[in-house]
Nanobody, 120 residues
Framework: QVQLVESGGGLVQAGGSLRLSCAAS????????MGWYRQAPGKQRELVAR???????NYADSVKGRFTISRDNAKNTLFLLMNSLKPEDTAVYYC??????????????WGQGTQVTVSS
């Protein structure tokens, strides 16, 4: 079993920055990737960014150049640095851990989510 606990969400003005963190515990050794999803009110959940255990990253087009995903393998911690935030980035952000095949990321575990609100 894997436990994921997010932190770092909050309210920020447009153009500002936030950094989300996710502390992972439990049996994550069989999983080779972690990622961040988000879900805005009335919208489907979408994959924002994912990173493999070797450091390969992938981003949604809507956040490329603004968001950076990283991980500290020694501390089992995942990060999402969000710069130049826009009101449309407002959503609940979820940390996930799962398997990446090289072309598809499948999350197996989810955190409880953290709210990010960007005011205009």
């Amino acid at each position: 079993q894997v436990q994921l606990v997010e932190s770092g969400g909050g309210l920020v003005q447009a153009g500002g920055s936030l950094r989300l963190s996710c502390a992972a515990s439990g049996s994550i050794f069989s999983l080779n990737a972690m990622g961040w999803y988000r879900q805005a009110p009335g919208k489907q959940r979408e994959l924002v960014a994912r990173i493999t255990s070797s450091g390969s990253t992938n981003y949604a087009d809507s956040v490329k150049g603004r968001f950076t995903i990283s991980r500290d393998n020694a501390k089992n911690t995942l990060f999402l640095l969000m710069n130049s935030l826009k009101p449309e980035d407002t959503a609940v952000y979820y940390c996930t851990a799962g398997l990446d095949s090289g072309s598809y990321y499948s999350p197996h575990y989810w955190g409880q989510g953290t709210q990010v609100t960007v005011s205009s």
